[in-house]
């Protein structure tokens, strides 16, 4: 049970895109649509922005997307805002009831 | 509403146990599975393992094989999370955490730091 790959660091300009990869392999992130994106602020519990690869839970903002290809998930912010600066996580099932973390990812608003 | 309250910080001697609790309400205890997910100091979300409250049913990450115990008092509400032999690199907030579907997760404990040091 292998860390998800993510970049360590993604960085954009109020009003871009970025686009966060989450790799994993074929037992985990490829064979099944049950991934989901965390964004935690320094001091702060994790909140859930995507589950099952692309819905979007009430009361999250329709910048974030979620899309999956092959072993590599990906979460899109688009209209990026000083708000979206955290850390984000994705987070795969792995099969037989377990589940595997992404190694996380630094969002910086330039 | 969803609450998870866990209990307080602990310090810890390596080679000691922990026993971290996770009291629920706001929701029908035994109809959603609870997981336990851990973060070290700087580090990253670590996923340690998931109890069925209504079965008891658990799963633990392999890395923690042998030495995690999950359990649960459907009376009270409370899921309980032990672990075992503790070393230093064990230094990390616990959270537990569930979701309207068993495979993400809505709703998080506050975190319980547990330092391990002699």
């Known amino acids: 049970q292998s860390a998800l790959t993510q970049p360590a660091s993604v960085s954009g300009s109020p009003g871009q895109s970025i686009t966060i990869s989450c790799t994993g392999t074929s037992s985990d992130v490829g064979s099944y649509n049950l991934v989901s994106w ?35 998930a990906s979460l899109t912010i688009s209209g990026l805002q000083a708000e979206d600066e955290a850390d984000y996580y994705c987070c795969s099932y792995a099969g037989s009831s377990t589940y595997v973390f992404g190694t996380g990812t630094k969002v910086t608003v330039l | 509403q969803v609450q998870l309250v866990q209990s307080g910080a602990e310090v810890k001697m390596p080679g000691a146990s922990v026993k971290v609790s996770c009291k629920a309400s706001g929701y029908t205890f035994t109809s959603h599975y609870m997981h336990w997910v851990r973060q070290a100091p700087g580090q990253g979300l670590e996923w340690v393992g998931i109890i069925n409250p209504s079965g008891s049913g658990t799963s633990y990450a392999q890395k923690f094989q042998g030495r995690v115990t999950m359990t649960r008092d459907a009376s009270t509400s409370t899921v309980y999370m032990d672990l075992s032999s503790l070393r230093s690199e064990d230094t990390a907030v616990y959270y537990c955490a569930m979701g309207e579907l068993d495979t993400s997760f809505d709703y998080w404990g506050q975190g319980t730091l547990v330092t391990v040091s002699s």
């Open chain 1, 38 to 72: 965390y964004q935690q602020h320094p001091g702060r519990v994790p909140k859930l922005m995507i589950y099952e690869g692309t819905q979007r839970p009430s009361g999250v903002s329709n910048r974030f997307s979620g899309s999956k290809s092959g072993n590599t």
